[in-house]
């Protein structure tokens, strides 16, 4: 049994991997693969063995904290971290969305779990990510992307499992996950547009199409900002729920490899970063889903492929009858405005990076997923509707604070 394990994935040894994978590991390399986030991942590849290994892995996929103290902390007050561990430890094995496979799980027991590791399988073995920015899904791999998740959320459709208490909060009120983030956008607004001219040389409304968002934004991160955010809880808390990945944006699904020949029907989509389940209705998972990964063209179809959605998950459990097809829609709509504004906080943070040279992958996939994220909102008038919705709410109180537990 192993009884500690590596902090920072220098800190790795051979003997603790040894008893990880199973086989004696006499060597690896190892690469550096994604930081900027809530976590730091590494690949280990190149990996010998002394002796017979069986079927120990040649390369395998390490997630760590991010080591970056500001956003650690967001982790652990969103409980990113443990809801992660208890997917892969309790869930992962019911749930009927292919996630990685996963050697082993550690963490340090503190209530957020601020000390983990988890070693899983290397995915480019046979698959390869959607590429938000150079190979988003296409309107077909949507379409799957989304009736594949239309068997998760019948499944745990009112279930037992979603009560959990680490999956939602005990009042069974749905709270966005990064709620906190959110509401913080009253106060970074107006430093994250001064940084966006900044670091793209240009406004984020920089153009008259943009006019609708700029007064949307104005209006979630004004005075009535956070009864909004309340308002629209409320509307999401009287719907049935179920299970939420949470985060199914591109640069978090796998397919199967193309090079391999296999059909977009038959590849298989291998679903990771598991940081932000929750239990809510459908409607949000869709937005993170769409929002800033597929191309406006892809992304136009979207009623339609939520209207097939729908008619899945009411054929796999017809309980799902209840939630309609219009409640869907709303739902959908409606995120994407609590999506916005935890965006425009999560910049403050990290825009500053992008004048690193590690960062000009993040400069791009941010610039790129803006720009889709304005068009859609335009597409789905979301200002309309928070204008509908807003009429009636009150100035927020001065000091206001977020209603996340």
Avoid at 378 to 395: G, Y
Wanted: glycine fraction near 6%; include cysteine; charge should be negative.
């Amino acid at each position: 049994m192993v009884t500690d394990f590596p902090r920072k994935v220098d800190d790795i040894i051979h003997e603790w991997l040894s008893q990880v994978l199973g086989g004696i590991v006499t060597g690896y390399k190892i690469t550096f693969l994604e930081g900027g986030g809530l976590s730091d991942v590494f690949k280990l590849y190149a990996l010998t063995y002394d002796g017979d290994a069986g079927h120990a892995p040649s390369s395998v996929v390490v997630k760590v904290a991010t080591q970056v103290k500001a956003r650690r902390d967001f982790a652990l007050t969103s409980h990113a971290y443990t809801k992660e561990l208890n997917f892969f430890k309790d869930l992962a094995r019911d749930v009927p969305l292919r996630s990685p496979k996963v050697y082993g799980c550690f963490a340090d027991g503190s209530e957020g779990s601020e000390s983990f590791i988890i070693v899983m399988e290397d995915l480019t073995a046979h698959s390869m990510v959607f590429d938000q920015v150079d190979d988003p899904p296409n309107e077909v791999f949507a379409r799957k992307i989304a009736l594949e998740a239309a068997t998760m959320h019948a499944k745990f459709w009112e279930s037992a499992t979603i009560r959990l208490p680490w999956l939602g909060r005990h009042d069974n009120r749905y709270v966005f996950t990064l709620d906190t983030m959110s509401k913080m956008g009253k106060a970074t607004w107006a430093s994250f547009r001064a940084l966006y001219t900044q670091i793209y040389g240009r406004d984020l409304f920089d153009c008259p199409e943009d006019k609708p968002v700029e007064e949307l934004t104005e209006l979630l991160c004004g005075p009535k900002g956070v009864g909004i955010h309340d308002k629209i809880y409320d509307i999401l808390s009287a719907r049935p729920k179920t299970l939420l990945h949470g985060d199914m944006r591109a640069d978090n699904l796998f397919r199967t490899n193309p090079a391999i020949g296999t059909s977009v029907e038959d590849t298989t989509i291998t679903f990771i970063d598991w940081q932000i389940i929750h239990a809510g209705p459908p409607g949000p998972e869709f937005t993170q889903a769409w929002m800033h990964s597929l191309e406006p063209q892809d992304r136009r179809k979207d009623r339609d492929i939520l209207k097939q959605y729908h008619d899945k998950l009411v054929e796999l459990n017809p309980a799902a009858a209840a939630y309609t097809y219009d409640m869907l829609l709303e739902d959908y709509t409606l995120s994407f405005c609590f999506w916005w504004t935890a965006l425009i906080t999560l910049g403050v943070g990290t825009l500053p990076l992008f004048d690193k040279p590690e960062g000009m992958r993040m400069k791009q996939l941010w610039g790129k997923g803006l720009f889709r994220a304005k068009i859609a909102m335009r597409d789905l008038d979301c200002l309309a509707l928070i204008t509908r919705l807003a009429t009636d709410v009150p100035d927020d109180r001065p000091d206001e604070a977020s209603t996340t537990e």
